[in-house]
């Protein structure tokens, strides 16, 4: 289970983070198939405003997931991280108000920090999330490749060679699709479009992509279809 609190929770012994940092935290929860024994309990965030997680299953070991999350910022990211700080913000947006995605690596084997595996910032000058200030949604294969998508006001989002639409040029929200190697810090491909499309991955991803209209009038966000 993924979410957010503003405050104290229970964790459990060894848990990568035992203490509330501030703001608002991630917190990742395991319990047992009754949902009557409390197996894993993390808080996982900076000093600032982190929310929204959304959960991923590694196939190849179910102790491990993939989190993603937007931050205000102070977020902890590992030594391998893609991105390792927050990206500097443009004129238009104070920076203390800018949402970036956070994509991590978390295993629940109650060995501490070291449970930590993966976290890296992704993102660029402008907001970055989905929509209606959900979060980005993620997926993994069964080669422990990453999808997430999300929407971004950035102009300049790290993109790969060779994409449909390497550059943000509405002036207005946009979204993006990247995958990543779970494994590395290799930012694999990059997608973006500002139509309203289908987008599949050849049957590489576990679901289709969908960019769609949400609850508000002209606001958009991602989901990951059946």
């Known amino acids: 289970i993924?979410?957010?609190?503003s405050g104290a929770v229970p964790t459990t012994a060894g848990a990568y983070d035992i203490s509330f940092n501030g703001g608002q935290d991630v917190i990742v929860i395991k319990q047992d198939a009754t949902l009557s024994s409390l197996l894993y309990s993390t808080y996982l965030g900076g000093t600032n405003y982190d929310l929204r997680a959304?959960?991923?299953?590694?196939s190849c070991d179910e102790n491990e997931?993939?989190?993603s999350c937007m931050?205000?910022?102070?977020f902890p990211v590992t030594s391998c991280a893609f991105l390792a700080t927050k990206p500097a913000v443009n004129a238009i947006f104070p920076s203390t108000y800018v949402w970036d995605i956070v994509v991590c690596k978390l295993r629940t084997a109650g060995l501490g920090a070291a449970d930590l595996l993966y976290s890296t910032y992704f993102g660029g000058d402008g907001?970055?999330?989905?929509g209606t200030y959900?979060?980005?949604?993620i997926c993994a294969n069964t080669?422990?490749?990453?999808?997430v998508a999300y929407t971004t006001h950035s102009t300049n989002t790290p993109t790969t060679a060779g994409v449909f639409r390497p550059a943000h040029t509405s002036g207005s929200d946009e979204p993006v699709i990247f995958k990543m190697k779970a494994s590395l810090p290799t930012l694999d491909f990059t997608y973006s479009t500002s139509n309203c499309n289908t987008v599949n991955f050849n049957g590489t991803a576990s679901g289709t992509?969908?960019?769609?209209q949400s609850w508000a009038p002209g606001y958009w966000s991602w989901d990951f279809g059946d």
Do not use: H, L, R
């Open 209 to 212: 992509c969908i960019w769609e």
């Open 65 to 67: 997931v993939f989190i």
């Open 54 to 58: 959304k959960i991923a299953f590694a």
């Open 143 to 147: 080669q422990g490749e990453i999808f």
């Open 127 to 130: 907001q970055d999330y989905n």
């Open 134 to 137: 959900d979060c980005a949604p």
């Open 2 to 5: 993924s979410g957010e609190t």
């Open 71 to 74: 931050t205000m910022g102070n």
